[in-house]
């Protein structure tokens, strides 16, 4: 063979490579989009076996930890909290082994912060405590690690803890995403471990901050109204009932709560008139009957109309606490 022959057989060899290449990479990148839109799609046993797919298939480790990433969140996503640890696990590993320039932060930080979350699912608190403590070293802007680390603290009951890092989520979240949703439940979950540690001025801060966002929401109004009556402020307490019934006319249980909050201010009538309101939406609950027994016992007492409010405590020993019934009406 001469050396013109060699020189068109070694070209051609070399075309024929890169062509094949080229039309590997592109069905390999067609496999990788058809997962990642078919778990866009909430087809997650799909994008799980087209993911599984393409890592089988694909040499390039980088996007081999993204499939694995995403292959953990559609796990994830149906519930599979091991194969979905196992993914994550992997990704952490992949990526732990690429060369420096090759590392990506993010993503790094991202799947230890799943991994955790995965952890929690399969009943392993301290070690998802770890997982998110390493994600928060590995990406300093990311809020998530830090918000579910504050969840973590709540669940196994370190309540100091979480407030704390609540507040750091936020002001994370607040400086480098501006994620609303996720800001206004931590915002709601501190509010609702200050007023659990009777922290009351900073739980009525939380719970304000949340409803300059979100003035509407009527469990929050309702929980800022029962935080100022912890306080005995029955005044603010009882505006916040009648604001949360005037976006909703029909939520229970402000409208129970305004009715204790008059019986407390001393207007019977009213109190009656909202806890009878009360017990109409829910005939279930026997604290409703019991208090407008009470409420009717006191107006017999101080205004001297006439109200049955032992028939409110028979129905309140129907649901087996006869102690009112015994003690006022026999």
Known sequence: MNNSTLVLC?????SMTNIYSQSTNEDLSNIFKDAYLSAENQNYDQAIEKYSNYINLSSFEDSVA???YNRGHSYFAIS????AYDDFDTTITILSNLDSLKKIPRLTALAFNYRGLCCENLGM???ASIDFFIAQLSDTTLFQPVFNGAMNCEAREVYDTAIDEYYRAIYLNLKYSNDIDALL???????MLSRKLENYENAIQDFEMYLSIDSTNVDVINKLGNTYASMKNEEKALSCYLKAI???????DAIFNTGVAYLKLGDNSKSIKYIRKAIKLNDKNSDYYKTLGVAMLISNEQDGTVYDFCYQFEKTCDFGDCEYLNQYCF
Do not use: V
């Open 125 to 127: 608190l301290d070690e």
């Open 80 to 83: 599979n909290f091991q194969n």
């Open 246 to 252: 005037e976006y909703n006319p029909n939520f229970q």
């Open 10 to 14: 070694l070209f051609l060899f070399f």
């Open 185 to 191: 439940h931590m915002l709601y979950r501190a509010a």
């Open 66 to 68: 993204i499939a694995f």
